[in-house]
């Protein structure tokens, strides 16, 4: 089987992954030793023939995920060799699922395979399963919310459901960390619109925004008085980490538009975030280069995986990246 997963709402697309990967799990392999993710910027074609070619330790089936191939790779020639390769060698015993994350703007038809240059790419429209994760608006937000709450054995009424919409917006990430504080807070109880207003932080939260403001400016000092007021007033690592993961995704995702288009109130229709969000990222974007929050991006996204996976201290990762932003790449 090979799946596609690809749009810009990486939380919806990374449970789906995850629904992929556990029911791989619960049918051929509890151990998980026949899983692997490559990533998909640096991989060669050797390396996923290398994978794709293992027998599987105690099944006969591998799960292989590829991220982000098709935007991150620089190899010309291994799209055409992998698309060879599971055309003639694939096996269908195994399961490869092609993950890709998007920007925002990119058109959400698929395009007719006779007009796709790319040959992995035509491929996988014609033979993997297509699953498209665009971003969620209005009350498709308001039904997600309301579901994702049932899911979690939770309560909220509509009034409510809309409220977290308004303030939170399709950041499906922040959405699920503000949802689980909500269930906990009411425990068991319904969630009322009146909860909402006084738990949730709005997700332009501005002491976000000011340190956003500070690394734009490459000013190290005031990036670190910051980052320390946020740490020692009681704010988790991982919510500092999510609220900039979010910036820094909304500030790249401003900066592939602002070529086309830099007010304000029309990158925010175009990209379905608030108007006062847009604003501000409109003005911090035009600081960075497209390199610049790409690279930013990556390392807090190591930092994510690095708090996760390791004891390494938070706030000494926080500030590398700091040093990294302010000093290094002044």
């Known amino acids: 089987m090979i799946i596609y997963l690809h749009g810009p709402d990486t939380y919806r ?10 029911g791989f799990k619960k049918k051929y392999d509890a151990s998980g030793l026949n899983m692997v993710t490559l990533d998909g910027s640096k991989m060669t074609t050797e390396e996923f023939r290398k994978n794709a070619g293992q027998i599987g330790f105690l099944s006969a089936k591998r799960f292989i995920v590829i991220e982000n191939l098709f935007a991150g790779n620089k ?5 055409e060799q992998l698309a060879d390769y599971l055309a003639d060698e694939w096996s269908d015993d195994n399961v490869l699922v092609f ?5 925002a703007t990119k058109s959400r038809r698929k395009p007719a395979t006779k007009r ?17 994760f665009p971003f969620l608006k209005g009350e498709q937000i308001t039904r997600w919310i309301v579901a994702e709450v049932k899911k979690r054995e939770g309560k909220i009424d509509t009034a409510a459901a809309r409220a977290l919409a308004t303030l939170v917006g399709s950041d499906l990430w922040m959405m699920s960390s503000e949802i689980e504080k909500l269930i906990n807070y009411k425990g ?12 949730v932080r709005a997700a332009f939260d501005d002491n976000i925004f000011h340190l956003t403001d500070a690394l734009a400016a490459k000013d190290a000092r005031r990036s670190f008085k910051m980052l320390h007021d946020q740490l020692e007033s009681g704010s988790h690592e991982l919510y500092i980490l999510t609220m900039l993961i979010r910036q820094f995704r909304i500030l790249l995702q401003v900066k592939s538009v602002l070529d086309q288009e830099s007010n304000a109130s029309t990158v ?7 108007p006062f969000v847009a604003q501000k990222a ?13 690279k930013i991006y990556h390392q807090l996204m190591e930092i994510d995986v690095k708090i996760k996976t390791t004891q390494e201290n938070p706030r000494l990762l926080f500030d590398l990246l700091v040093t990294e932003v302010c000093v290094t790449a002044a």
């Open 13 to 22: 697309m990374r449970q789906r992954l995850l629904f992929f990967r556990e």
């Open 75 to 79: 190899q010309k020639k291994i799209f």
């Open 99 to 103: 993950i890709e994350e998007e920007e």
């Open 116 to 132: 796709v240059s790319n040959p992995l790419l035509a491929l996988l429209l014609k033979k993997a399963k297509l699953e498209e």
């Open 188 to 199: 068991g109880k319904t969630i009322s619109a009146q909860d909402v207003s006084e738990q």
């Open 268 to 274: 925010a229709a175009r990209l379905g975030i608030n």
């Open 282 to 294: 409109v003005r911090d974007a035009q600081k960075f280069t497209v390199a610049e929050l790409e």
